[in-house]
């Protein structure tokens, strides 16, 4: 049954926030929506942060055209949440994620056909997989579509290289929907790594070391080179490596009050190169793996080639010789938002807080696929030509909107 319009746009704020909380999505990605008659639904607007989100911002759709009603922009992905409602009669709340572990089994094309006895109840006998569209775009709602129209009796659907949708007739079935599925992938992951890897029990470290053992480059790292984080302001930069925080001069390089570390070199060469304001270095253990690899990172997610870039080049890290590695590094980081550091993970450069979570967030997400989804033996790249075309709209519009 359908909800009453002011109830409808509280849940739907509510479950912005709830779906931050839960990591089934970050920033703004993702969104939500409620059915409030068989004509209507209301959804969540166009790039408005969740946390901030009030239900007068929730814009009122309707479901055979896609009109809309008032100024606010209602979300880029409104057709696919018709569709759901077109074709699912019983169906009053939809969530679309970007959720971490359903994204990387979509890369691999494959629908899920014998769901796991324990997640059966609430998913179904399959999850099936949308094919690959571009993001926002009317060919991705018609596969969608598509997709709901040959699995009727799906309720979580998965958008190669993208997300999910998960259609419930509550608020609350939605939501399990969306975690279910997301637990069902993990297992889908970890039962793939103890197929292929031939051992008895799974570890995030084991996954990790039969990666890197396979594509010939040893081990991890016993130790981590700590490349610091820094902030911009004016022609002074403030760099943190460690417990140690220096001032550094923008034209000379040299610490203000106190030494700069070597890595001081690597921010000046980064600052000079791109319009940015912070730099922050990731260490996080499959960041660290996939750097280890010396090779560079094609997008596998519409996210990553949106928020980081058309490529992340993998540059080394020579101790001894900052100087030509800085303004290698300086270089490679052209036009993006992150380089990889052979052996020791990654920087990323932002403007704001917010753009620091969304990059920290896609590149994990994005080393994470890289090592799952080789492992699966089924590696799919997001098309160049949708990767340029997402980046240059991200930066141009989106990028903007969320800041204001």
Not at 41 to 60: H, K, Q
Not at 111 to 133: C, H, M, Q, S, T
Not at 302 to 308: E, N, R, S
Not at 370 to 378: A, E, L
């Amino acid at each position: 049954m359908a909800y009453e319009i002011e109830e409808a746009k509280k849940l739907v704020v509510e479950a912005g926030k709830k779906l931050l909380e839960t990591g089934l999505i970050a920033r703004t990605w993702g969104n939500v929506s409620a059915r409030i008659s068989e004509t209507q639904f209301v959804i969540t607007p166009s790039g408005r942060a969740y946390e901030t989100l009030t239900p007068d911002e929730v814009v009122v759709v309707n479901i055979e055209d896609c009109s809309h009603e008032g100024d606010i922009k209602p979300s880029s992905e409104k057709g696919v949440h018709a569709a759901a409602y077109r074709h699912h009669p019983t169906v009053d709340f939809v969530i679309h994620t970007h959720q971490k572990a359903a994204t990387i089994v979509s890369i691999t094309g494959m629908e899920i056909r014998n769901v796991y006895d324990e997640f059966r109840p609430v998913l179904g006998d399959k999850v099936p997989v949308a094919d690959y569209a571009m993001s926002t775009t009317n060919a991705l709602r018609k596969k969608v579509e598509m997709c709901m129209m040959m699995n009727p009796r799906s309720r979580a659907i998965m958008l190669m290289h993208h997300g999910t949708v998960c259609m419930g007739d509550t608020y609350e079935q939605a939501f399990e929907l969306a975690e279910t599925l997301e637990k069902c992938c993990e297992k889908v992951i970890k039962d793939n790594f103890l197929r292929h890897a031939w051992v008895k029990e799974y570890s995030e470290d084991a996954k990790r070391a039969y990666f890197l053992d396979k594509a010939g480059c040893g081990e991890m790292p016993e130790t981590i080179c700590d490349l610091g984080s820094s902030v911009k302001n004016g022609e002074i930069f403030t760099l943190t490596v460690g417990d140690v925080t220096v001032d550094v001069d923008m034209y000379t390089g040299l610490g203000i009050n106190g030494i700069a570390p070597k890595c001081a070199k690597i921010h000046k060469a980064i600052y000079e190169t791109e319009n940015c304001t912070m730099i922050k270095h990731l260490t996080a253990p499959d960041v660290v793996a996939v750097s280890c690899t010396g090779e560079d990172m094609i997008p596998m997610i519409d996210d990553f080639a949106q928020i980081v870039g058309l490529d992340v080049k993998c540059c080394p890290w020579i101790d001894g010789d900052t100087d030509d590695c800085a303004d290698e590094i300086g270089k490679a980081i052209q036009s993006r938002n992150a380089v990889l550091i052979q052996g020791n993970g990654a920087l990323i450069t932002g403007n704001n807080d917010g753009d620091m979570q969304a990059l920290e967030i896609i590149m994990d997400k994005g080393c994470s696929a890289v090592i799952d989804v080789d492992i699966f033996n089924r590696s799919h790249y997001v098309p160049k030509a949708e990767c340029f075309l997402m980046r240059t709209v991200y930066l141009a519009k989106y990028s903007k909107q969320i800041d204001k």
